[in-house]
């Protein structure tokens, strides 16, 4: 049974950083794309960024590039996402989700299999 489990989320000021985790278990970790998505709001639920564990080939949205950082650990089985300089239109629950397969053009819901619960970032002005 696939889990993933995020955390890491909370409050934080513009201009902040944060990291936040998402430690899968019930799969094979070294061949999943895992991404993070998010959703504020009254929105949609957007990709943000995602990687693929067999190459460590990385992918953002526009809008989070040179921002925010994606990375794995295989001993962890966990990916985490390191967000800085952070806005306040970054304010959004965010969600970890896995498909097995690669990562390239796969931005959308429906591309992935497994999903957590989601972690909550609030970035004050």
């Known amino acids: 049974q696939v889990q993933l489990v995020e955390s890491g989320g909370g409050s934080v000021q513009a201009g902040g950083s944060l990291r936040l985790s998402c430690a899968a278990s019930g799969l094979t970790f070294t061949s999943v794309c895992l991404a993070w998505f998010r959703q504020a709001p009254g929105k949609y639920r957007e990709a943000v960024a995602r990687?693929?564990?067999?190459?460590?080939?990385?992918y953002y949205a526009d809008n989070v590039k040179g921002r925010f950082t994606i990375s794995q650990d295989n001993a962890k089985n966990t990916v985490y996402l390191q967000m800085n300089s952070l806005k306040p239109e970054d304010t959004a629950m965010y969600y970890c989700?896995?498909?097995?397969?690669?990562?390239?053009?796969?931005?959308?819901?429906?591309?992935?299999?497994?999903w957590g619960q989601g972690t909550q970032l609030t970035v004050s002005s």
């Open positions: 989700a896995a498909r097995d397969g690669g990562c390239r053009l796969r931005n959308s819901l429906n591309d992935y299999n497994y």
């Open positions: 990687i693929y564990t067999g190459t460590g080939s990385t």
